[in-house]
């Protein structure tokens, strides 16, 4: 049930691909609390996706930039601008490694892919706040997010150079929320989610394996994609004006699990040995 907890409220989300998205569902749940959004991706991304029914759907303009691209996001602000003037809210939703979809393992990196790795999935970030800051284009007490991963802070031997992306991503999140909310009280934070079976996640090798195991790992089970939605719009409502510069883990408990009896139950340890 909607409760308009962002009537009036214009943001950008950037990263829906298809109805598995996570920015997908943030789009939904945005329109049915009353937002008005642009909604991009990168022009490849537009053509492999399903992105032109949500735009019909949710009555956003749909515009394509890629977000490593500082002339790509400055054409999109003009864009949103001439549609909406100052911002309320942007979705960072944007992730992507070369190296995870060639299979490079992880002792074995091309160099050059993680450099792409690091622009598209984390230096994005800063190229989209940093052109956002520069033209003054966030209303005060505006929020911004960007969707993370545990493995930022611990080892998952799957997730390949996606953790340092990560890592760099949260850095950036809490270093431009501190300048953010000194010069116009905006407010940076990142999700930690869980596994989710998007696009880009199950791009990630052994991804089943990391579902289930957080599955039997969180003690309220791994949050999904609609789930995840339902949080973003919390932090761009006025309810969480006052949460800056966080990693916020969205995960069931995972993140402060040790282990749990559902998971020995599984490995069937003899109790004897």
């Known amino acids: ?53 949500l735009a019909e759907k949710t009555g956003a303009p749909l515009v394509p930039a890629d977000a490593t691209s500082i002339d790509d996001i400055n054409n999109l ?65 505006g929020s911004i997010l960007g969707l993370t991963y545990i493995a930022a802070q611990r080892t998952f031997g799957e997730y390949n150079d996606m953790a340092e992306a990560k890592a760099l991503l949260e850095s950036i999140a809490r270093s431009f929320g501190y300048h953010y909310g000194k010069k116009s009280k905006v407010r940076v934070n990142t999700i930690s989610q869980s596994p989710t079976p998007t696009t880009a996640g199950t791009g990630v090798g052994g991804f089943n394996k990391m579902l289930e195991y957080g599955k039997l790992m969180s003690p309220l089970g791994n949050a999904t994609a609609e789930e995840c939605a339902n949080y973003c719009i919390m932090m761009f409502s006025d309810f969480t004006k006052k949460v800056t510069m966080q990693n916020l883990y969205h995960d069931g408990g995972f993140s402060n699990m040790g282990v749990t009896t559902e998971l020995f139950d599984v490995m069937n340890f003899d109790e004897e040995a």
């Open 1 to 53: 049930m909607a409760h308009q907890l962002l009537q009036g409220k214009k943001g950008i989300i950037f990263g829906a691909l298809d109805e598995n998205s996570i920015a997908w569902k943030v789009a939904e749940k945005a329109h049915e609390e009353g937002a008005q959004f642009v909604l991009t991706n990168a022009p490849v991304a537009l053509r492999l996706g399903t992105i032109n029914e």
């Open 77 to 141: 602000l003009d864009e949103a601008e001439k549609h909406f003037g100052k911002l309320d809210f942007v979705l960072h939703s944007i992730g992507m490694s070369p190296n995870v979809r060639k299979k490079r393992d992880y002792t074995n990196l091309n160099y050059d892919w993680l450099n792409k790795t690091y622009d598209v999935s984390a230096v994005s970030f800063h190229k989209i706040m940093q052109s956002l800051y520069k033209r003054d284009m966030m209303n005060e007490w």
